[in-house]
Structures are given as structure tokens and as C-alpha cells.
């Protein structure tokens, strides 16, 4: 499928994760309206196929849907063999998925609620990285984008795991853009402020979210970064920064 002005994603492949809702969904739908294929990916299988009929009803292909929990390490190392199995190729990855934890004091998170934050916040993308990043390098222009957050960058009280996880993001993924330099693949962290979804509901149970933007309002900034007219690499963008 060739590429066209309003389908520059034609014939391209890509990985999302968090798919079932919130930003991953919304941006894998973004995604797929661009032209390309999606592969989706979260632990709900009823979301992610309430994901793939919206994408569906653009006129595209039909997602692939692969249920997982990205806590469960081999789960995670499998996807870049099985991707280059059936499709030889992938050429966007965006990791969309988050898990809040529990806010409380530093001195009472559970090692059980600790280890969880930092598996599908962080040490998720660790494990992406090594499995998909292979295939991304040797993408005519390989993409990979990462969904953070301020607080990683602004410590809070009771925010300790989550901002550890997501402190632990920010650096690993500007290490790994830095050790790429300037080529084909590019490699950046995406802030879509304040949105409203089930992970901020948790965080903020007394806000309204109809006075929040909608995680379909934030998608089409992070699409972007997954162009391949895009040029930025290593930086931090969105509309939360």
C-alpha cells in the first residue's frame, strides 16, 4: 500500500500498548486513520476490541490484538520476534500504557505495589526496547514514542512510586535516543497533560472530568511524532510539558 498525503502511514506497522482506553486507544485510532496497520495491545481483551471496531469503522485493516499483562517480562520480550514472524517489519511503537499504583507515603508502599509500578511503567519499556528496537532500526523510518508524565520530573508527596517509574522512563528512553544519534530511527517522550481517564479519576477523585481534555484531543500531537516527515529525537513534548 503506497502513502498518500493524508495516509503517510500507508504500508507501515505499527505497536501500541494500552490500547484499550484512554491515550493508547485514542492514538492507535489516530494511528490507523494515518494508513497504518495496528497491532494493539492490553490486559483487557474486551477493550481492545472496542479499540479495534473503532478502527474498523475508518476503512482500514483490522487490528491484531494481542492480550497481555506488561508486568509478565516474557510475555513483553516475545512481541519482536512474533512481529517480525508475521509481518517482517515494524516501524511505530508507542508505549501508552500505565498503571497508577497506590499514592501514599514513601515509607508504606508495599514491595508488591512498588514492583508492579515499575514493571509496566518502566521496566516495560526496558523490555520493548530490546525486543522491538531491532526491528525499529532497520525501519525505512522507524518511530518509537513514549507516554510520560510530570511527575517524574516535579517530585510529590504520595506520588513517590509513580514518579519513580516514571523519573526511571524519561531517562531510559533519552539514553537510548542518545545512543541512536541522528539516524533513522527516532526516539521521543510525550506529556499529554492532565486528560480525562480512568488512571487520573484514580489519582484525582473529586475532579470533574468534563473540564479535562479528552485523551482524542492529545492523540493527533503524539501521532505526529510517529511520521516519517518527523525529525525531532530525544526530546520531550506535549501539551503537558
Known sequence: MTATPDRPL?????????????LGAATAIELARLGAQLVITARTEGGLAETDDAIRALGGPAAVLLPLDLAEGAAVDALGPSLFARFRRLDVLVSAAATLGKLT???????????????????????????????????????????????GRAPAAYWGAYGASKAALDNLVRSWAAEIGDGRLRVNLFDPGPMATRLRAGAMPG?????????????????????????????????GC
Do not use: K
Open 10 to 22: 500507508a504500508g507501515r506497522v505499527a505497536l501500541v500498548t494500552g490500547a484499550s482506553r484512554g
Open 105 to 151: 507515603p514513601a515509607a508504606h508502599i508495599l514491595p508488591r505495589d512498588y514492583e508492579e509500578v515499575m514493571a509496566v511503567n518502566a521496566a516495560a519499556a526496558w523490555r520493548l526496547i530490546r525486543s522491538c528496537g531491532p526491528l525499529l532500526q532497520i525501519a525505512e523510518a522507524g518511530r518509537a514514542v513514549f507516554a510520560t508524565c510530570r511527575q
Open 207 to 239: 475532579e470533574d472530568p468534563a473540564t479535562l481534555p479528552r485523551p482524542a484531543e492529545r492523540a493527533p500531537a503524539l501521532a505526529a511524532l510517529c511520521l516519517p516527515a518527523e525529525t525531532r529525537q530525544g526530546t520531550l513534548t506535549g501539551p
